[in-house]
């Protein structure tokens, strides 16, 4: 590629010097030098603006974040900002115009940038292994000395934890040169490390207070220590692989000498503790093991991590070691390295250390961070005519790197916020908003918001799936959240810039001790099989490799946006979209995707057309027509609900006469983007399961989006429930903005009903999805407890769902052996002979917005012993059709259980009422009820609707 061709040009430059007159930096009156030890940098420093720093650096002014503007700066900011001032006033339109033109042209050069370097990192990542044989080869005599700086403050709760991480590292001990950097004031620290007997490789060493308080000022203090040929940083928490010094020496000593810089990757020990500690994995899975491998792959700058980068020490203190003023000094050592024509490789070795797990924390530490890129972008940019000339496209790339980015997240949350204005307020700002993008800026704008921002989550899911964190993928749709935070702590990093430059935010470690009990210890699944289940390992495996499936499938969706659909015009009735989370194939397909689809599919009877979207699987077709039903499958658990929006406004807007929006859980938002008329259809609200099955901050965050959000933005839909419970619930929590609720109940629908005898031993059926809500361990609890009276019993569970191991494994460790039989997910035919051949159904869920299980049950003459809750309180007839009892309590739920296996006469009374009330409920009439309700509002609406009666005349 052509830009291979110009990156590999850039020059072998040993060293750039910027002249203090051209960089019109400070004048010698401003500033003293104050000297220290002439031999090294102990003590040296400068007198500034009255104050004194002590850096322990000869680091020339100019090149240090001293003065954080420089005048020529100052002069080009203040320019700049008059002339924004100025085009507001003159005519803010076009300033407007103009500013969201470079934004979005820099965030596409971004996004290109970004996806090209990910492609670089995955198609031949560079980074340095060492292999098992040269560690073997490797003898202890012929290492040198190893120094290691770990600048602590305030860490009295987490040196121990450190000290034994320094005694795992595989070095001759005799050969290790341990250096604690503690400040003077922290006696908490000094204290601690005297209760310790420290080995005789670790030395304490005071760093006498002075300003600026720093890290690099510390880190400075020790290089002037050190002992070592080779030196590494570690922080207070780090828990470095063991082999990590011997791969860094091998590295070193195979890697041509201008490379003086290695850095280890990064990657944290408690990455599950909670939301925030799993994105800021998610975050460094993506930097360290895809953008760092990917910068270095086209030789460009490498901006270093705090902890675990290797130097050559003799190098090191030639470059004058780190910035003392500078509060990320890592990344300003990076850049100085590499613009004074060294290099920065990344070994394939990794350093764990505590994610940020406390808000409040997170927030000051990335703050810092911000400030502290803010302030080696200033830095390098004091000369930027000679950047440029001496480095080509490599000073481009060092904007995107560290300028852009920083602006960017700064200005995120105003783009966001117009971007959702335009959806909510459309009538109001829509107008404006579009004359602010000319068409190349408007197709830009929009490449960046769909195609940009997917790539951007799924460079999170790639960087997760090679670090095989499988269950933190999910989380990754956070990731807006983690932004947005971002921006927070950008906002306090300006702020702190101008106010108190070299102000240190110190970061709290030690928060995930309470949480880790061993906080390191080594996690070890063994899955163990039975031959009842042979399929169990096939599970596993798809459960592992389901994220990397999944985006391949999600890219295959986001391409055919624009690729055919099916004929969405075939018939004269109405157009009716139905978003719906899952389809009645899907794999996790549940009462809900009955319900959509037996009312479907009589609508495509009666003359209508009806389109289904959904998420996708990966096991069925991508677009299908299913018993009339045009079904569009795209997405996944998350990411259908984007591509609704994304497919509606460019394929469907104008071609549909009516949406049937399904809640499950989270609504589809259409009222956002579809004008057309729009039934909220709500199964049962989830509010308590939600409480219950979610972490804490996604649960908050979905009770919010189903209480206050969905019921502001559909309160000129209509409402449509399955039951009397949910139609109540929904009055009561005022969702409905006083306007009617209608139910339409489920129906029951038996083709070719076959006559089925009961068993001659006493049988009990879970019939449905396999989820913790379910509560299935209920039923084989209660179903133990009677098993000893009854040991010719059974139980069978027909469904499949995430709960599926863990059930298999209560039932095992109860001892319940052939008694409990695990069918899986079963045809429509062994279904209603399952049902039919059993004493009782049980139901034993929390949460339930109807319970259509429970209806086909009694239609096959078995009654059901269900929990007492809403919803099944409507299918169920207490009494009549079976039992309403105590939900989650195992010994009732025995109770009645027993009750119906002595009691043959009770038994075969409610079997007959069973009959009797499923033929209440009909699919025909449910599908006649709904459609009712969409010819109202259309009608109210000024739409043209066929009656069912026109409609029967025609046909």
Same mark, same amino acid.
């Not at 975050?283 to 270095?296: A, M």
């Not at 300006?494 to 995930?512: A, D, I």
């Given at each position: ?35 220290? /030890? ?32 420089s ?50 990192? %995955? ?37 121990? #934890? ?10 001759p ?7 604690l ?10 204290? *601690? ?36 040929k080779?030196v590494?940083?570690? +922080? ?14 091998? *590295? ?30 998610a ?12 910068? #270095?792959s ?5 901006? %270093? ?8 020490? /003799? ?38 250390? /505590? ?9 000051? #530490? ?51 916020f ?11 700002v ?35 799936a090679?670090?095989?964190y ?15 935070? @971002?921006?927070i702590?950008?906002?306090?990093a ?19 001790l ?50 055919? %659909? ?16 899952? +389809? ?7 009462? @809900? ?25 990966g096991?069925? *077709? ?124 489920p129906g ?28 299935v ?27 599926f ?15 409990v ?13 399952? %049902? ?14 109807w ?5 086909? @049950?009694n239609?096959c ?18 009494d ?5 009892? /105590? *939900? ?5 739920? @025995? ?28 699919? +025909? ?31």
């Open positions: 590629m052509i830009i291979d061709f110009v990156l590999g040009k850039r020059r072998n430059i040993e060293k750039v010097i910027l002249k203090e007159d051209i960089c019109g930096f400070l004048k010698k009156s401003d500033y003293k030098i104050i000297e220290g /030890e002439k031999d090294s940098s102990l003590g040296w420093g400068v007198f500034y603006r009255g104050k004194r720093f002590i850096t322990h650096s000869k680091l020339p002014l100019w090149q240090s974040s001293l003065v954080t503007v005048v020529w700066q100052r002069i080009f900011l203040y320019t700049l900002l008059v002339l924004i001032v100025l085009g507001f006033i003159l005519d803010y339109k076009f300033t407007l115009i103009i500013l969201i033109a470079i934004l979005s042209i820099i965030f596409f050069l971004d996004f290109l940038f970004s996806f090209y370097v990910i492609l670089k990192s %995955l198609k031949s990542s560079p980074e340095i292994k060492i292999s098992e044989n040269e560690l073997s080869l490797l003898s202890n005599e012929e290492l040198p000395t190893y120094s290691i700086l770990c600048p602590m403050y305030k860490e009295d709760k987490v040196l121990q #934890q450190f000290l034994k991480g320094i005694d795992d590292l595989n070095w001990k005799e050969k290790l040169d341990v250096l950097l503690l400040e003077e004031d922290d006696k908490a620290t000094q204290i *601690a490390s005297q209760k310790i007997n420290l080995p005789s490789y670790v030395s304490v060493l005071i760093v006498p207070h002075s300003l600026p308080k720093t890290k690099p000022k510390a880190c400075n203090y020790g290089l002037t220590h050190a002992k070592g080779f590494v940083v570690y +922080d207070a928490e780090d828990q470095p692989d063991p082999l990590q010094l011997k791969k860094a020496y091998l *590295a070193f000593r195979k890697l041509p000498k201008e490379v003086i810089c290695l850095q280890s990757k990064l990657n944290y020990y408690n990455s599950h503790q909670n939301w925030l500690t799993r994105l800021f994995t975050e460094y899975s993506l930097w360290f093991d895809l953008i760092l491998p990917g910068l #270095q086209i030789g460009s700058m490498i901006p %270093l991590g705090g902890t675990s980068n290797h130097f050559r020490t /003799e190098i090191l203190r030639k470059l004058h070691g780190w910035d003392a003023f500078n509060v990320t000094e890592d990344c300003d050592l990076g850049a100085r390295l590499f613009k004074m024509g060294y290099k920065t490789a990344i070994i394939d070795s990794t350093t764990y250390e /505590e994610a940020n797990s406390k808000y409040k924390s997170w927030i000051k #530490q990335r703050s810092r961070w911000i400030k502290g890129y803010l302030q080696t972008y200033l830095v390098h940019m004091r000369n930027p005519f000679d950047f440029f000339r001496n480095f080509g496209i490599q000073a481009f790339i060092f904007q995107l790197i560290i300028g852009m980015r920083m602006i960017f997240i700064l200005v995120n949350p105003i783009l966001w117009s971007t959702i204005s335009y959806f909510t307020l459309n009538q109001f829509g107008a404006f908003i579009e004359s602010l993008y000319p068409a190349p800026i408007f197709y830009i704008s929009l490449f960046c918001l769909v195609i940009g921002n997917f790539m951007h989550f799924y460079g999170y899911m790639i960087g997760c090679k670090r095989n499988w269950d933190i993928i999910e989380y990754v749709f956070l990731i807006p959240f983690y932004w947005f935070s @971002a921006s702590a950008s906002c306090i300006f702020y702190q810039l101008v106010v108190k430059p070299y102000f240190w935010e110190k970061t709290e470690h030690g928060l995930h309470a949480k880790l009990k061993p906080a390191f210890a080594e996690i070890r699944f063994s899955f163990e099989f039975d031959t009842q289940f042979p399929k169990l390992s096939g599970r596993i495996l798809r459960r592992l490799l389901s994220p990397v499936f999944s985006i391949g499938r999600n890219l295959m969706d986001l391409i055919d946006v624009f690729g055919p %659909l099916p004929e969405l015009n075939g018939n004269n009735g109405l157009k009716i979209l139905i978003l719906n989370w899952r +389809d009645i194939k899907h794999v996790w397909a549940g009462g @809900a995707e009955v319900y959509i689809h037996e009312i479907a599919r009589r609508w495509v009877r009666e003359g209508h057309n009806v389109t289904l979207f959904c998420g996708w699987d096991k069925t *077709a991508r677009n299908e027509k299913v018993d009339g039903v045009n079904i569009i499958r795209r997405g996944g658990f998350y990411s259908v609900y984007f591509f609704a929006f994304i497919y509606y406004l460019l394929r469907f807007k104008g071609r549909f006469d009516a949406i049937i929006d399904c809640e499950n859980g989270i609504p589809f938002f259409s009222p956002l983007y579809a004008n057309v008329p729009k039934f909220l259809l709500i199964h049962h609200i989830h509010q308590e399961v939600f409480r219950k099955h979610l972490p804490p901050l996604l649960s908050n965050i979905a009770v919010f989006l189903e209480s206050n959000l969905m019921p502001y933005l559909y309160q000129s839909s209509r409402i449509v429930t399955i039951s009397e419970s949910s139609r109540q619930d929904i009055i009561e929590r005022n969702w409905n903005y006083g306007r009617d609720v209608k139910v339409v109940n029951v629908f038996i083709e070719n009903k076959r006559y089925y005898p009961k068993t001659s031993y006493p049988s009990f059926l879970y019939l449905g999805r396999l989820k913790d809500y379910k509560n361990d209920v039923a084989i609890k209660a179903f133990a407890k009677i098993f000893d009276k009854y040991p010719d019993a059974r139980l069978t569970i027909a469904g499949d769902g995430e709960s191991l863990k059930l298999f494994k209560l039932v095992k460790n109860l001892g319940l052996g052939n008694s039989v695990f069918k899986g997910r079963v045809s429509e035919e062994e279904k209603y002979k399952l %049902l039919s051949e059993a004493w009782v159904c049980i139901q034993p869920s929390s949460f339930e917005g319970g259509i299980t429970v209806i086909e @049950a239609a003459g078995t009654p059901v012993v269900a929990s007492d809750v809403k919803g099944l309180r409507d299918s169920v007839r207490d009549l059709t079976g039992y309403l009892v /105590e *939900a989650k309590n195992v010994d009732i739920f @025995a109770k009645a259980m027993k009750y119906l296996i002595v009691n043959n006469d009770e038994r075969r009374r409610l079997s007959k009422n069973c009959e009797f009330w499923s033929r209440q409920f009909s699919w +025909d009439r449910s599908a006649s009820d709904f459609m009712s309700l969409v010819g109202h509002d259309l009608e109210r609406e000024g739409e043209l609707l066929p009656t069912f009666e026109s409609i029967d005349s025609q046909l």
